[in-house]
């Protein structure tokens, strides 16, 4: 905080996003008394959290139940050297705080799972999908269809990655698109080659994905996806329906 103040700190620190039209001083209101939670503190949730606390997002959840080692740090940018071996929800929140004190920071140093993910989304507004393996992400999936939550979704692999935003009941969920399973290289990042931009672009973009849909403005990239190819630089939208049997969101 300045010494001018908390009102002062929060015109000046915000000064560049709310002299847009699309957020102006409502809109960064609107974004204070939000609430996201981002499911994994890895490659994608370090971009993703550290935007959405630079951008005053009133409340982050933060879910993941593992330490700092040595091969995160090509990537999750969250973290330094000094944290190697603390948990990362931990260090996430102090990263997250020193960046804005304004922003609080909520740690559920879990595994998510059938069992908890619906009681752990409920409390917030939106859901930031970071995961690095496909069973977390279906589970993920289904409880913000169940719950109403809209969904950004991301995946990362070697140079490549896939983005989406769900709006349950409106748009189509992840289920719809991938009703079995990716290919194997979409399944978990742990063992395959990730190029540590990759997370830095496509987390990034959840961040912003995240910042529409809870201010309403734009076109949220629903009802398509994004699929970025690094090495070519390409960028790609695929377009798809909902799948009127979907087992996770046909009846909504
Ligand atoms: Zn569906």
Do not use: W
């Amino acid at each position: 905080m300045s010494e001018k103040g908390p009102i002062q700190d929060s015109l000046s620190r915000y000064a560049r996003q709310t002299i847009l039209k699309e957020v102006g001083i409502e809109g960064q209101a609107r974004l204070a008394s939000s609430s996201v939670l981002v499911v994994g503190a890895g490659g994608l949730g370090s971009a993703a959290l550290y935007y959405l606390a630079a951008a005053g997002v009133g409340r982050l959840g933060i879910v993941d139940y593992d330490q700092v080692s040595l091969s995160n740090l090509q990537r999750q940018i969250l973290y330094t050297s000094a944290d190697l071996g603390n948990n990362k929800v931990d260090i996430a929140a102090l990263r997250l705080q020193a960046l804005n004190p304004a922003v609080r920071t909520d740690k559920h140093q879990v595994q998510i799972n059938a069992g908890n993910a619906q009681s752990i989304i409920s409390g917030y507004d939106l859901v930031v999908d970071a995961v690095d393996n496909l069973p977390t992400r279906y589970i993920v999936n289904d409880a913000c269809c169940a719950l109403g939550k809209p969904l950004v979704e991301a995946a990362v692999s070697g140079f490549d990655g896939l983005l989406m935003t769900i709006i349950p009941g409106k748009t189509p969920c992840y289920r719809c698109l991938f009703p079995s399973p990716l290919p194997d290289e979409y399944a978990s990042q742990v063992g395959n080659g990730i190029m540590g931009m990759v997370p830095g672009v496509i987390g990034s973009l959840e961040a912003l994905e995240a910042i529409k849909v809870l201010l309403n403005i734009g076109s949220p990239l629903s009802g398509r996806f994004l699929s970025f190819r690094g090495l070519d630089m390409h960028f790609e939208e695929i377009i798809l329906p909902r799948d009127p049997n979907c087992p996770a969101c046909s009846g909504l």
